[in-house]
């Protein structure tokens, strides 16, 4: 009698949340926090259009979508996107492989912890770009530096997401290895890894946030190619318009990438309960 | 056979968690180990199950000194911990790893089928109740088949009536193969319920105070008059386990005045 109560409940209550809420309410969902920047860009195309303001400074939305098709039929925008992307994936990936490198060293590591992560904890506090008139003077005006800026931008959240998310695994889950008699290797790859990525994910969106960010800053330095030029030639040639559209690339490009970046490593987490999958699901 | 020679730890603060604790437990005896708060129940199930060494004294299965966690020695602790990325069946099949994966499965699903939740097999954790997660862990445990299995108050964060269900459930579980139990407990039915041997634990340091045996034949009732009489004794014994710690100003106490918590 218990069990089948006890059984049955969850499958009854599981029912209406999924067959209720078809896909159309979960399509809704996202459209509604479309809502806002599209009236208000619709607003300003109206006033544009009414003559209210000549929207030479602030260029209506219609302007900025034709100045995007131009760079397109041109295949500028294509050159200019790739050569961005190229830029922060190099850096993004080498931010990545030594982030993960040292935090893992330093994570499970106490004596490389106390060795390095001081120093580490110290060249943090430099804000990043002040290391731009370095680089170029090391590496030259070209890529190298670039990349080298972008890099550093995203090493720091992996290292430090990583490191923090080692050292805070439950030790009563470790426990759970050691009952089990896990030896070491066995020990990080059954316990540690799997205990470590959402913390881990998380540390990758950011790092790969701050890589958008460090791109911009590399492009302001010296570049004849790239989203980041598509800006600075837009202020030194005053078109406004090229200036917002380089912006909203830089919006969608960025957002897909961070999306992409989340359905990539979603199946690993699917065992999780967070407050966001359960809202967004609902 | 289980052995435990004047088993004594001392942790690095100073305190003495346990004090020359000896005892000879048989294979599959089930022992209930009952006392005070703080009286070393948890550090001497720690040091049988090998996760914190002994500062003295021995603990040797079978003729063989345990100084690490070892393979006939399983362990349930107070919370499931079951690991939440994996699912109910891998969770339970987590200490297999080395069998092959057909017999993994086969011997997961048969201790799902014992456990009552092959149902169950493909949830994650999250979605269990506090008690089908520590059947879970229960499994888990006896998957690995122990010769000797420790349980450190592994219902006590279980309501009443399920908790009653698990005990009844773990002592049809033990019919199976009989290992060695050893449980921790604060509930004095429980370990008249379960145990062959009850082991009344004093703190300050904590030590073997009296040990009772259970003698009633199973299934054992819970309203028979010999199971409550056998309740009290155990009650009683635990009682005078904490008076001696007490200055004696208080007065009288009534039996199980002690057990406050
Ligand atoms: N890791 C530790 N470091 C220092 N002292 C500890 C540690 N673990 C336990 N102790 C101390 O050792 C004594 C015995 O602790 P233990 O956990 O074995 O008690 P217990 O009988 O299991 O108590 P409870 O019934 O509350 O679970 C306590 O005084 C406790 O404060
Ligand atoms: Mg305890």
Redesign the interface.
């Known amino acids: 009698m218990i069990?089948t109560v006890?059984?049955q409940a969850?499958a009854v209550a599981a029912t209406p949340q999924t067959a209720s809420r078809p896909w159309a309410a979960r399509l809704a969902r996202p459209l509604l926090g479309l809502l806002l920047p599209l009236s208000l860009a619709l607003a300003w195309e109206l006033a544009v259009w009414a003559g209210w303001s000549n929207g030479r400074l602030v260029p209506p939305p219609s302007k900025v979508f034709t100045t995007i098709a131009e760079l397109a039929r041109s295949g500028e925008l294509t050159r200019h996107i790739t050569m961005t992307l190229t830029r922060v994936g190099i850096g993004f990936g080498l931010g990545v492989a030594a982030g993960t490198l040292l935090g893992g060293i330093c994570g499970y590591w106490g004596l490389a912890r106390r060795l390095i992560d001081p120093t580490v904890q110290a060249l943090r506090a430099i804000p990043s770009i002040a290391w731009v008139p370095l680089f170029i003077l090391w590496l030259g005006i070209f890529e190298t530096s670039k990349v080298a800026l972008i890099a550093v931008g995203v090493f720091f959240p992996v290292y430090l997401g990583l490191t923090g998310a080692i050292l805070s695994v439950d030790r009563?889950?470790v426990?759970?290895g050691?009952?089990?008699?896990l030896s070491g290797p066995?020990m990080i790859r059954?316990?540690l890894l799997?205990?470590v990525?959402p913390a881990y994910v998380v540390a990758l969106r950011v790092g790969l946030g701050l890589g958008w960010m460090f791109v911009v800053a590399a492009e302001f330095m010296g570049a004849s190619e790239g989203l980041g030029y598509l800006l600075i030639d837009g202020q030194q040639l005053g078109k406004p318009a090229q200036i917002v559209a380089a912006i909203v690339i830089f919006a969608i490009i960025g957002k897909a990438t961070d999306w992409l970046l989340e359905i990539a490593t979603a199946p690993l987490l699917?065992?999780?309960?967070s407050f966001a999958r359960q809202s967004g699901a609902a | 056979m289980l052995q435990l020679q004047s088993v004594t730890k001392v942790y690095p603060n100073g305190v003495h968690a346990l004090e020359r604790f000896s005892s000879e437990i048989q294979l599959g005896e089930i022992i209930a180990i009952i006392g005070g708060s703080g009286c070393g129940k948890s550090t001497l199930l720690r040091a049988i199950?090998g996760?914190d060494r002994a500062s003295n004294g021995t603990v040797t299965l079978d003729g063989e000194a345990i100084a690490?966690?070892?393979?006939k020695v399983?362990?349930i602790?107070q919370?499931p911990?079951l690991?939440?990325?994996?699912t109910v069946a891998d969770n339970i099949g987590?200490?297999l790893?080395e069998l092959p994966a057909a017999e993994r499965r086969e011997r997961v699903a048969r201790a799902l089928e014992r456990v009552?939740l092959a149902?169950k097999a493909k949830v994650?954790?999250?979605?269990l109740?506090g008690g089908q997660a520590q059947r879970v862990a229960i499994a888990r445990a006896l998957v690995?088949q122990p010769e000797v299995l420790l349980l450190d108050e592994p219902f006590s964060a279980l309501d009443a009536f399920t908790r009653k269900d698990l005990q009844d459930h773990l002592l049809d579980l033990w019919a199976d193969t009989r290992p060695t139990l050893i449980l921790v407990t604060h509930d004095v039915e429980e370990a008249v319920v379960l145990a062959d041997r009850v082991l009344v634990m004093r703190p300050h340091p904590g030590r073997l105070f009296e040990e009772i045996t259970i003698n009633l034949s199973r299934p054992r009732d819970r309203n028979a008059p010999l199971f409550e009489q056998f309740k009290r004794h155990v009650l009683t014994a635990l009682d005078r386990s904490l008076d001696r710690t007490v200055p004696d100003t208080q007065g009288r106490r009534e039996p199980g005045g002690g057990l406050w918590w």
């Open positions: 069990m006890e059984l969850p009563k889950i426990e759970v050691r009952v089990f008699r066995a059954r316990i799997p205990a990525l699917r065992w999780q309960d | 199950a996760l690490a966690p070892h393979a399983g362990i602790f919370e911990r690991l939440p990325w994996l987590f200490g790893s009552g149902d994650w954790p999250r979605e109740s690995a």
